[in-house]
């Protein structure tokens, strides 16, 4: 059974750079899952994704596949760990789908790193610590945001908040 870390924490907390120390442990063997999929039409998130590969040399990425666990499955070598960057980022991309299917999409991804035989490193962001927004789609996005960090950290064999690059434990 895979030992599932959850990092989480604000904008520019230190989560991406902890989780990516944490994954270096793995050697060679890492992979990245990457869980945006690039617009080519925000230079400025073109540019952070640039940056975020830079951090990882060598590693094997996945970039943003529908089925998480079967483009892991089909990898040879198995992965000797992976990374998931970041649950708010593949929320984003399933907007268009019910309440429901999204949860079920999440919960089927969290009992899959669980049960893989490697460990994992799922990196999330805080984002409803803020007033409420006045949008209904963006009451939307932050409500399953939460719900999706409630079900990680439940899953999860450590919690970590990250704040101001310090790392607390919450679990």
């Not at 030992?3 to 750079?17: D, E, H, I, M, N």
């Not at 994992?120 to 409803?128: D, R």
């Not at 079900?151 to 101001?164: F, G, I, K, N, Q």
Request: aromatic share 8%; charged share 25%; with cysteine.
């Amino acid at each position: 059974m895979g030992q599932l870390t959850y990092l989480t924490g604000p904008v520019r907390s230190g989560k991406s750079s902890r989780a990516v120390d944490i994954a270096r442990g793995w050697g060679d063997g890492a992979v990245f899952v990457a869980t945006y999929r690039p617009q080519h039409d925000d230079p400025e998130m073109d540019d952070r994704v640039r940056r975020h590969r830079a951090e990882r040399p060598g590693w094997r990425t996945l970039e943003a596949p529908a089925d998480i666990p079967a483009a892991l499955a089909t990898l040879t070598p198995p992965p000797a760990g992976v990374l998931l960057d970041c649950i708010t980022l593949w929320l984003g991309d399933r907007l268009d789908r019910d309440d429901e299917t999204i949860l079920a999409e999440w919960d089927a991804l969290l009992a899959a790193f669980k049960a893989a035989p490697w460990p994992a490193v799922i990196v999330g962001n805080e984002i409803g610590w803020s007033p409420v927004p006045e949008h209904p789609v963006l009451r939307r996005y932050r409500d399953l945001a939460g719900w999706l960090a409630q079900r990680t950290a439940a899953a999860a064999d450590e919690a970590w908040l990250m704040v101001s690059g310090c790392p607390l434990r919450l679990k």
